[in-house]
Nanobody, 124 residues
Framework: QVQLVESGGGEVQAGGSLRLSCVAS???????MGWFRQAPGKEREFVAA????????YYADSVKGRFTISRDNAKNTVYLQMNSLKPEDTAAYYC??????????????????WGQGTQVTVSS
């Protein structure tokens, strides 16, 4: 079983930065982890993902150049460093994990495990 606990959300001004963290109960068998976000009244959307072994990364066009996903193997933790935040980044952010090799990691359907979410609010 995999449990995910995320933290690091908060409220910042436009142009500011936040770092989100997601701790997994274990990484054995994990193929990839990702970050998604969901604003009120909108569908959950892909933000970033990382292949656990090797560290290959993927980003939504809307966050390329501003967000960085990374992992710490020893701590079983994945991070999302968010810089140059914009009001449109405001959403609840969720981390996710999959044990299934080759899954479509840029879509919600690709993941089996989800964190509880952490709110990010960017004011203008």
């Amino acid at each position: 079983q995999v449990q995910l606990v995320e933290s690091g959300g908060g409220e910042v001004q436009a142009g500011g930065s936040l770092r989100l963290s997601c701790v997994a109960s274990g990484r054995a068998g994990i193929y990839a982890m990702g970050w998604f976000r969901q604003a009120p009244g909108k569908e959950r959307e892909f933000v970033a993902a990382i292949i656990w072994s090797g560290g290959g990364t993927y980003y939504a066009d809307s966050v390329k150049g501003r967000f960085t996903i990374s992992r710490d193997n020893a701590k079983n933790t994945v991070y999302l460093q968010m810089n140059s935040l914009k009001p449109e980044d405001t959403a609840a952010y969720y981390c996710a994990a999959t044990r299934l090799w080759g899954r479509t990691i840029t879509e919600v359907r690709g993941y089996e495990y989800w964190g509880q979410g952490t709110q990010v609010t960017v004011s203008s």
